[in-house]
């Protein structure tokens, strides 16, 4: 059994969701004189590849030391979305499963293309990742709970789309932007699509559910696109936390794992070994 790492790159330029803290690092002791190395971190849980626990949005719902293995691993899918949402799109359960056969009770991994804009890649774009990524309206969620989705993961700033968050408010003209993308594609404005009652449905609606994400996913994501596998997030075992950052990777075979590392030297390589996202259909 060999592991393909799902999980950017994090350092202090790794962007925490708009607001958030940042990573942030010092050394309080040296080699010389201490004899050792040792560093102090100030982060928020939302960082990176990360995942949210329930107790983010659920103030009754389990912390992440309460995950059990059996939640975080499992047998999952990840669906390649790149070719039918962009900017500001909503995608479907339809898009999923026009795509990828999704089990009932499995791990759902959306590559929307976005992590192309993260910052460890050469396109790294941090608005475009973080405020114009396409999302889901409530019919994708109400479909996550009928088909017992265990938890999902994307490979963007969110799981909701940006403009279904107060990113609506914080950034008006990428708004202006959406507002005028929504007129035209569906014929609605942002405020009749994303009403009051559905603001930020992944995490309000689904986490009472146990439906969790992790979000800022990449890595080698994009040698699995529209495959199975076995699915692993590995955060702390952490009592009372909110959310945690996290290492998710995907178990696969020895002769699969040879495989999918001949068909990553097609890819070019970031400058910390990944697959360098290719750019999407549309």
């Known amino acids: 059994m060999k592991i393909i790492d799902l999980t950017i790159p994090l350092g202090i330029g790794t962007p ?18 201490n004899g050792a190395n040792g560093q102090l971190l100030t982060h928020s849980n939302h960082l990176g590849t990360h995942l949210d626990g329930e107790i983010h949005f659920y103030t009754p719902g389990k912390d992440i030391a309460s995950l059990d ?16 949402a962009g900017d500001y799109d909503i995608y479907t359960s339809e898009m999923i499963e026009e795509r990828a056969e999704v089990h009932e009770g499995d791990i759902l991994i ?15 774009d941090e608005i475009r990742y973080m405020v114009k990524h396409p999302g889901p309206d409530r019919e994708f969620a ?8 265990k938890w999902i993961g994307v490979d963007c700033g969110s799981a909701d789309h940006p403009m279904n968050t107060i990113i609506r408010n914080w950034m008006p003209r990428q708004a202006k932007e959406a507002e005028a993308h929504f007129q035209a594609k569906y014929g609605q404005s942002l405020a009749e699509v994303f009403t009051d009652d559905k603001y930020q449905l992944m995490h309000i609606e689904l986490f009472p559910h146990g439906i969790i994400h992790a979000e800022c996913l990449g890595g080698d994501i994009d040698l699995l696109l529209n495959e199975r596998a076995e ?12 959310s945690c950052i996290s ?3 995907a178990f696969v075979d020895d002769a699969r794992y040879e495989a999918l590392m001949a068909k990553k030297q097609s890819f070019e390589h ?7 996202c290719r750019r999407p259909q549309i």
């Open 270 to 276: 970031t400058r910390f070994g990944d697959c360098v």
């Open 110 to 124: 959306i590559h929307t293309g976005y992590h192309r804009y993260g910052w460890d890649q050469p396109t790294a």
């Open 69 to 84: 293995f059996d939640f975080l691993c499992g047998p999952g899918v990840v669906v390649d979305l790149s070719d039918a």
């Open 16 to 33: 925490a969701w708009p607001t958030y803290e940042p990573l942030q690092v010092k050394y309080f002791k040296r080699l010389a004189p």
């Open 142 to 149: 109400e479909w996550c709970v009928a088909k017992k989705i």
């Open 247 to 249: 290492r998710i990777v």
């Open 231 to 242: 699915i692993g997030c590995f955060p702390w075992r952490f009592v009372d936390g909110e």
